[in-house]
């Protein structure tokens, strides 16, 4: 088991990552102060309810605390402030205080969803965190919770920190193949904005990863951890060097938006939109390897890295207009300027940007 | 103009009190940091948009500000998820961003829903708050902001200090009179809380404050303010000392809760509960003044003091146990032991309250 600490003075709080390590739940909720006398509420999804509720339910009842489990549909729609006040209607009918504690079992959109239900409800009680996906690697580290408005995602939220994160390993293996190489396309993220060596052992062990071997899984899942929560601990409430964790993500959610929030997947998104930001940095006069190698790790990982030829360009380019990072037809963006670092550019022009969407449709 | 400061470290701020003093909203807003080159949303209600709406407006964009208003329903029934979504949707258009500022214009209702648009809006942004009723001297103190689920009121919030309270006592004047006398209850109930001669001061005054006589409510405001904030500086999460802030609020809510919360105003319900806590603190063997005092008073103010005849003794025992002060057989309860200090009991037995309740039905 691998153990690893967000430091964020007062909040700070510990991530355990290993396979199996749901069998120690009970201990692992003691040690950190979830008490056995308010009743837990566990919200999950349905994907997820089928293969890991039980287990975590019985163990938590074993161990001795009152549990509710609340089931949400699969899917970004739950994460809306309807779903919001259904959970807030189990967890009142459950008789939940302010000593209780709501567990998020599931992706990102449950980690979300739950995560603001725990930040909101009477005004905000205990979380905690069993992250099932990979991409949760990224969503379980830094305290945003939040949930959809019609209009704009996440635009309703907080920031609020669990008490603790178990990252079970062996959760992983029920979860779809594209969604394994959907998370893994943050991992690759956070190894290009901060570490060249990690970036080189995510090229090399890539197999490994999509197969879910469990040393190699662990590992990325810990450093994927680690360069998340320095970037956040250095920067809690986003004012400043948090934004680089946007890399690849201005295209990546204009894509997403474009193609409907449904046929991209978030990481798959994102990849495209670090192949973008990394032929920016070539047109900005930055080694031309950047691009080769952001480009052949995608690959390896079986990302795309093309723009679907069917997304109209004009639509993208004014679904990033709508982005907050554009201003005064420059764009913000996140550049970088070696495998391993990028730097926070405010003068990339709206133009080149469009070229680049263009050439990203022709990417082989 | 009387000026006080709720203090809180980092995040303390000013509240201003003076009649008129919305004619200097541009300055003030300009002195605290308010920024002129983001959108501001003023949220509003139906009644106080007809007396006070037109006039915040023009004097904001006179001063430079960019504003939308956003008017909903007056009534508690504004304090719902849904109405939530809708001022959100209303930001979102006008365009708000990290550095705007949600304008607060109105009674509890308007205060606590906007607080929390505030507090959620991208994770958090700046909030003002200009009260126009006097209950609002309390809500205004202490950043509690919520909404209500249909199961319970105020469950989904958050702590969210306000930038500033802009208190301008000409405002209350289109204020309906039953609103003022409810609005006063608070302010009693601040006296009796922590200070026996603004208690007193508040009896010699009460026709002055029932016909708003402006020295006497600013000073009342003034001094209402004081007390909240400094029991809310000692204690800003709730975690102790802040209970004593719910004198009469344990028989009060259970009264607004059987009377469907219509019949009954809060202040009304709560100056009831007082009476309660008083004859409570007789049969604890407290000085038997504290009752004669603390009813003379509330009556003097042309506050009820009795329980409606037609309210169900079991439908309201039944509500209190419901209230989360409630444990096994006896209640935690907010006790005066002389006018002006009170104590919490965690040892008030549900007997004695039931007896309480029946006395306060004969009361005259
Ligand atoms: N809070 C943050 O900092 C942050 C960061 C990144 C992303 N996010 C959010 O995370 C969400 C995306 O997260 P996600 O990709 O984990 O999505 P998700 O939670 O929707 O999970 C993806 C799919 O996998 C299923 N699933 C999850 N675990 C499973 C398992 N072990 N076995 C079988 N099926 C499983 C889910 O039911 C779902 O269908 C988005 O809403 C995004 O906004 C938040
Ligand atoms: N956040 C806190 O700490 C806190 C404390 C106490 C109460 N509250 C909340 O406050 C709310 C009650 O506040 P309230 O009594 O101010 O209610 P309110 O906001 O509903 O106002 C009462 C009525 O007066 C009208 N009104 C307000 N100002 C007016 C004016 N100047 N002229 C004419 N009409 C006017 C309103 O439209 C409404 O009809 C409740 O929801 C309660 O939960 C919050
Ligand atoms: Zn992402
Ligand atoms: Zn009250």
């Given at each position: ?15 355990y990552?290993g396979?199996g390590i749901l069998q120690q739940i009970g201990e692992l909720f003691a040690k950190h102060?979830i ?5 837990l509420?566990i ?9 890991h509720?039980?287990d975590v339910v019985s163990r938590l009842e074993e161990a001795g605390y009152?549990t ?33 504690t709501?567990v998020?079992l ?22 905690v965190?069993i ?33 603790l994160v178990l990252y079970d390993?062996?959760t ?193």
């Open positions: 088991m691998k153990e690893l600490t967000v430091d964020l003075g007062e909040r700070s709080y510990p991530i990552i396979e102060g008490g056995k006398g308010s009743p509420l919200v999950t999804d349905s994907h997820v309810a089928e293969h509720l039980g009152t509710t489990s609340y089931t949400v549909s699969a899917g970004e729609k739950s994460k809306s402030l309807s779903v919001l006040e259904d959970v807030v209607s189990a967890a009142l009918q459950a008789g939940l205080d302010r000593k209780s709501v998020a599931g992706g990102g959109v449950v980690g979300d969803l739950a995560g603001f239900v725990a930040a909101s409800y009477m005004r905000g009680i205990r979380f965190q992250p099932t996906t990979i991409l949760a690697h990224d969503s379980s580290v830094g305290g945003k919770v939040a949930v959809n408005h019609p209009l704009a995602k996440n635009i309703i939220g907080a920031f609020h920190q669990p008490e390993t062996a992983l293996r029920t979860l779809p193949d594209r969604e394994v190489k959907a998370g893994l396309s943050e991992m690759i993220k956070h190894g290009l904005i901060w570490d060249a060596e990690f970036t080189a052992w995510l090229e090399e062990n890539a197999q490994k990863l999509v197969s879910l071997d469990q040393e190699a899984l662990q590992y990325g899942l810990y450093f994927g951890c680690k360069v998340k929560s320095i970037v956040v601990s250095q920067d809690e409430k986003e004012n400043g060097l948090r934004a680089i964790l946007n890399l690849g993500h201005t295209i990546g959610h204009a894509l997403e938006a474009v193609s409907g929030y449904n046929k991209l997947l978030h990481g798959e998104a994102i990849s495209i939109g670090m192949v973008g930001a990394a032929k920016l940095a070539i047109r900005l006069g930055h080694p031309e390897h950047i691009y080769t190698v952001t480009k052949r790790i995608l690959q390896a990982f079986g990302l795309p890295v093309s723009v679907p030829a069917d997304l109209d360009t004009d639509a993208i380019m004014n679904a990033m207009m709508h982005d907050k990072k554009f201003s005064e037809g420059n764009m913000i963006y996140i550049i970088p300027t070696e495998i391993g670092k990028v730097e926070i550019n405010k003068n990339v022009s709206a133009a080149w940007v469009r070229e680049v969407v263009e050439q990203l449709k022709q990417e082989v």
